[in-house]
């Protein structure tokens, strides 16, 4: 499984920005795909992810009424669009994807992952 995100950048606080992650190496069917984030001296955070099967969203508190996780089953392609973005959002953020257990808000449930895709909010 090969996972690979793109789309972070500079941005103004308040602004926005789309993440997408796209996977290739197997069928997703039973999988959930999620994006976690790392800033500096701090440990991955989970985000959000999604269920492919059915394209049940879950999100972290703090992206909750900001991000929306969506995926294109066709493209196998998942997307955050991230809103009124904080300078506290700014990290690194990766993808991945895991068998769905149930668990998804934990490094741990995920076996693959991106490369990361840096995001900074400036003020």
């Known amino acids: 499984v090969q996972l690979q995100a793109s789309g972070g950048g500079l941005v103004q606080v308040g602004g926005s920005l789309r993440l997408s992650c796209t996977a290739s190496?197997?069928?997703?069917?039973?999988?959930?795909m999620g994006w976690f984030r790392q800033a500096p001296g701090k440990e991955r955070e989970f985000v959000a992810a999604i269920a492919w099967s059915d394209g049940s969203p879950f999100y972290a508190d703090s992206a909750k009424g900001r991000f929306t996780i969506a995926r294109d089953n066709a493209k196998n392609t998942m997307y955050l669009q991230m809103n009124s973005l904080k300078p506290a959002d700014t990290a690194i953020y990766y993808c991945?994807?895991?068998?769905?257990?149930?668990?998804?808000?934990?490094?741990?449930?995920?076996?693959?992952w991106g490369q990361g895709t840096q995001v900074t909010v400036s003020s």
């Open positions: 190496g197997r069928t997703f069917s039973s999988y959930v």
């Open positions: 991945a994807a895991g068998i769905h257990t149930g668990q998804v808000i934990n490094t741990y449930d995920y076996a693959y």
